[in-house]
């Protein structure tokens, strides 16, 4: 189980109010969008620390109700990936923000920092990967493997440093660590993505590498309200790290 040492961390409090430790970007009725930190995972079993536990147990205590806490989660970030993460507050609201990106109606751009010079100024990858039965990898594999799934990105280069090209990415499928393996297959890996080829740090070096980040970050989601229909386009900045690579 979770100590008190452990959920003590999700908020501070000031004046009796509870600040949450982590940023939250909108909440507006049952909607509750926030910027995952890198390191955690968006869900995990109980007694594992996740983004989930952390907003279950703000809101619990926020609200002053003891006991279990709903919350949908329509979609996911990578643990070592930051950015915009998307909860409903009850299950109607889940429902129809799942809905949206069953359909592939909501519209994701992430930021990637990658290492080497990408020479085109906008570019689609296309590619069949498949997860590794049993662990947390995917790779390439030819179309005719029942186990392959096509994989469509499109990027446009936002500048090009020292260390390589500054991309927004806009994805027309979402596979697991779909931007991480195309990218890093093609000679290009993110920073600090061993995993996928990167030979580089990213950000503070942990002694646990779960908690160390990739130069991954969900920048924007663009969706509609569950509840009141309204286009919504919501931004989420980046952490410390990307500052250091001379991008703000």
Known sequence: MIGEKSWAACFLMIDDTIIPEFDILLEDGPLLAVNKPFGLLTQAPDGVDSLEFRVKDYLIRRENKPGRCYLGIPHRLDRPASGVILFAKHARAARRLSEQFERRTVEKTYWAAVAGPIAESTGTWTDYMKKLKGLPQAVLAPPIDPDAREAVLHFTGLGHFDWGT?????????????????????????????????????????????????ALHARSVSFLHPMTHESLTITAPIPEPWHALGIS
Do not use: C
């Not at 500054?166 to 600090?192: D, K, V, Y």
């Open 166 to 214: 500054w991309l927004e990415i806009r994805l027309e499928t979402g596979r697991m660590h779909q931007i991480r393996l195309q990218a890093g297959s093609r000679g290009f890996p993110l920073l600090g993505d061993a995993q996928y080829g990167s030979n580089v740090t990213f950000g503070p070096q942990f002694e646990d590498e779960r908690l160390r980040g990739i």
